[in-house]
């Protein structure tokens, strides 16, 4: 986007830009199945109840496992049974380069012993060095669920992030081509734990990629651990037409503390021409995930003009 552009949508008068959100409307709303339920068929009711027709996927409600590294087999069988179910994929949250880089430290020491971490690295290593066989497993699994973007990350976050993303640009960029060759666009999720974890790494690792193969997974409660404010400074600083997936948290919808104002981020994706869904990872540790998704999706309703 053109800084002409940036300052026109700055620029609009309130009223415009809320009758620019009328266009995020509930069939723009997806739900990430391990967050809504705690079995696959319970997540299908839930999205049932809502009239909610999309979902991400990450791991088997109630059951772990990730769905991007499933065999074949069970793939096929999970993508009839969401089909028979008026469902479709709008997302697929791979755990991909959520690990410590071999060579690097992270920034939050851990408290290990010194064969606790030689077994960690040795972990680490290994998954780095299959990192393309798991991206391959993954770019099957979305061609059966039928699904375009996959989640990626760019390795636990160091003391001094922006002299590492050079390395981990270089990294992705060797990703792309069998992403493109597939079809898919690889998604980077700003996340706390990692080394792009703000809107301004975000965009940073976008100049550092110009392969719009390589596009971003949005949070906007992600970045506030690192000083961000999202709304406006967060969206300001990205490259909408590089956004491809947008997730939103219970914490930052209805319980607080980490409010986020999505009616204007709804108004403001519509005006960017966003044309993705916005996921809802309700994220709740204290055993009310459940209910908490409930109460998400009530103020959804409300948000979209159902409630």
Known sequence: MTLERRQFLAALPAAAVLRASESIGLDRISLLTDEIASSPEEAIAFCRQYGVRWVELRGVPGKGGTYA??????????????????????FLNTPLLKFTLPGTEPARRRNETPEQRE??????????????????????????????????FTFTRVAEPQSLLPRVAELLGEMLPAARRAGVKLLVENEGSCNVATSAELRRLCELVPDDTL??????????????????EGWRELPPGRVGNVQMKARGLVIG?????????????????????????THVFDGTLIEKAHLCMREILRLTGRG
Not at 257 to 281: H, N, S, T
């Open 69 to 90: 590294y499933m065999e074949e087999p069970e793939l096929r069988a999970v993508a009839k049974r969401l089909r028979e179910a008026g469902l479709r994929v709008s």
């Open 215 to 232: 596009g971003i997974n949005w949070d906007p409660v992600n970045a506030m651990g690192h000083g961000e404010k999202p709304w406006p």
């Open 257 to 281: 503390p980490d409010f986020v104002p999505w009616k204007e981020i709804f108004a403001a994706l519509a005006a960017a021409g966003y044309e993705g869904r916005i996921g809802l990872e």
């Open 119 to 152: 077994a960690r690295q040795k972990r680490e290593q290994a998954l780095f060095e299959r990192r393309h066989e798991d991206l391959a497993r993954a770019l099957r699994a979305a061609e059966i669920f039928d699904v375009r973007l996959v989640r990626v």
